[in-house]
């Protein structure tokens, strides 16, 4: 491999959506917090985001339910 090329690796800290913090590898030069982690995406979670989706297809329904036959 050519030296001189490749970026630098930094340890930066991530900030979870929970609070955590985790140090990670990467090209960035200063930390972030992530807005979707495996702590709150439905995709891990198994669905506990579904709830909130129910209340608004009910309030759907019940505003445009005599619409739909």
Known sequence: MKKGIHPKYNEIP????????????????????????????????KGKGVQKSRGRSEAFNKKFGSFVS
Do not use: C, Q, R
């Open 14 to 45: 991530v900030k979870m959506t929970n609070g955590e913090e985790i140090t990670i590898y990467s090209t960035l030069s200063n930390g972030f917090t992530l807005e979707v982690d495996p702590h709150s995406h439905v995709a891990w979670t």
